[in-house]
Nanobody, 124 residues
Framework: QAQLLESGGGLVQPGGSLKLSCAGS????????MGWFRQSPGKEREFVAG????????YYADSVKGRFTTSRSNLRNAAYLQMNSLKPEDTAVYFC?????????????????WGQGTQVTVSS
């Protein structure tokens, strides 16, 4: 069974950095685009970043552009989200997900495999 597992969340001060990891298991995800989403209490799940199958192209939500960078290692069957200059409004549960949808998918409905999420809290 294909699974994704996030790690690397935690508590960080405003202006700090965190790097999230997403480890795939049960199958190779090299044929999938990978995406990152986040969800805060009472809010809908929102797109954060996506990366294509070979890692050569990525795209971001306007709210994180210039601060977050996504990458992947098909050798390790993993994806990553480097988050810099974190703000309190970045506080959320972060999820990684995988999709075979063409283009630059950014809707949660486009993604078929999901991790369980990791909490990121930005607070002083």
């Amino acid at each position: 069974q294909a699974q994704l597992l996030e790690s690397g969340g935690g508590l960080v001060q405003p202006g700090g950095s965190l790097k999230l990891s997403c480890a795939g298991s049960g199958r190779s995800f090299s044929g999938y685009k990978m995406g990152w989403f986040r969800q805060s209490p009472g809010k809908e799940r929102e797109f954060v970043a996506g990366i294509n199958r070979n890692g050569a192209g990525s795209y971001y939500a306007d709210s994180v552009k210039g601060r977050f960078t996504t990458s992947r290692s098909n050798l390790r069957n993993a994806a990553y989200l480097q988050m810099n200059s974190l703000k309190p409004e970045d506080t959320a549960v972060y999820f990684c997900a995988a999709t075979t949808v063409v283009g630059s998918p950014s809707s949660p409905d486009d993604f078929s495999v999901w991790g369980q999420g990791t909490q990121v809290t930005v607070s002083s």
